[in-house]
């Protein structure tokens, strides 16, 4: 396959926009890391569960987690949570968005950018999500994603540019004895075509290295393990009961 310049050029010129990147501001100038909230309950560390990263033969990079249960609450409340994380909620008598209290230090801002098809902010809405992994700004990421796919077995969040996948993150859940089983997959890179060499062997170590992959794998496992302590009260005390 022969690459032109123009196309080089062209690539890297989009290359902010094409996967979630510390490498730019993006189209929305970039948000500032925010104060730390109130911690709801403690963040389990990534050693307690079991994770994976590796470079598959195609140049893109997997990583993996196996998540702790996550007590106390079940597949229909997580996906009860995703549909509803554009929210606010109080905690000691001050209100803030849920998101900012999911993760305490790294996530800065959620919004809605398109409502799926049928007017929800379920399954085929789009959202804008920026966040800064280990609350470093080398780590910071500004990004729309679709959620493809959500309901009570999980949620994929798919982020496409250049005609192609260029990032998919799943997360899937399963009912288990105390709580609930969670799993997640996150596959950044192209899978195939013209440009695929280029963009997983030059774009892809500049915009989501290595070492960005290993803080977003502690960063998921603090998020999902903070779920305990938000969502049980939360759910049980949702006007839509």
């Given at each position: 396959?022969?690459?032109?310049?123009?196309?080089?050029?062209?690539?890297?010129?989009?290359?902010?926009?094409?996967?979630?990147?510390?490498?730019?501001?993006?189209?929305?100038?970039?948000?500032?890391?925010?104060?730390?909230?109130?911690?709801?309950?403690?963040?389990?560390?990534?050693?307690?569960?079991?994770?994976?990263?590796?470079?598959?033969?195609?140049?893109?990079?997997?990583?993996?987690?196996?998540?702790?249960?996550?007590?106390?609450?079940?597949?229909?409340?997580?996906?009860?949570?995703?549909?509803?994380?554009?929210?606010?909620?109080?905690?000691?008598?001050?209100?803030y968005p849920r998101y900012?209290?999911?993760?305490?230090?790294?996530?800065?801002?959620?919004?809605?950018?398109?409502?799926?098809?049928?007017?929800?902010?379920?399954?085929?809405?789009?959202?804008?999500?920026?966040?800064?992994?280990?609350?470093?700004?080398?780590?910071?990421?500004?990004?729309?994603?679709?959620?493809?796919?959500?309901?009570?077995?999980?949620?994929?969040?798919?982020?496409?540019?250049?005609?192609?996948?260029?990032?998919?993150?799943?997360?899937?859940?399963?009912?288990?004895?105390?709580?609930?089983?969670?799993?997640?997959?996150?596959?950044?890179?192209?899978?195939?075509?013209?440009?695929?060499?280029?963009?997983?062997?030059?774009?892809?170590?500049?915009?989501?290295?290595?070492?960005?992959?290993?803080?977003?794998?502690?960063?998921?496992?603090?998020?999902?393990s903070m779920l305990e302590?938000?969502?049980p009260a939360l759910y049980?005390?949702?006007?839509?009961?």
């Amino acid at each position: 396959m022969h690459v032109t310049r123009r196309q080089c050029n062209a690539v890297l010129a989009a290359a902010g926009s094409a996967l979630p990147s510390h490498a730019q501001a993006g189209a929305f100038g970039r948000l500032p890391l925010l104060p730390e909230r109130p911690h709801l309950g403690p963040m389990k560390s990534a050693s307690s569960a079991t994770t994976s990263a590796s470079l598959l033969p195609s140049g893109q990079l997997l990583l993996t987690i196996e998540h702790d249960v996550i007590r106390g609450v079940t597949p229909s409340m997580l996906r009860w949570w995703f549909e509803n994380l554009g929210r606010t909620m109080t905690y000691r008598g001050t209100v803030y968005p849920r998101y900012l209290l999911w993760h305490p230090r790294d996530h800065i801002h959620f919004e809605l950018a398109t409502l799926s098809p049928n007017g929800t902010t379920g399954q085929g809405a789009r959202f804008r999500i920026v966040e800064a992994f280990g609350a470093n700004p080398d780590f910071h990421v500004d990004s729309i994603v679709l959620f493809e796919k959500l309901d009570d077995e999980g949620i994929s969040l798919v982020r496409r540019e250049f005609g192609r996948e260029l990032f998919r993150l799943e997360h899937r859940f399963a009912s288990v004895l105390g709580g609930t089983s969670y799993r997640s997959r996150l596959l950044a890179g192209a899978s195939s075509g013209r440009l695929a060499g280029l963009i997983n062997s030059v774009i892809l170590p500049r915009v989501f290295s290595n070492t960005m992959g290993t803080a977003w794998l502690t960063h998921n496992v603090e998020e999902v393990s903070m779920l305990e302590h938000i969502l049980p009260a939360l759910y049980a005390a949702r006007s839509d009961a």
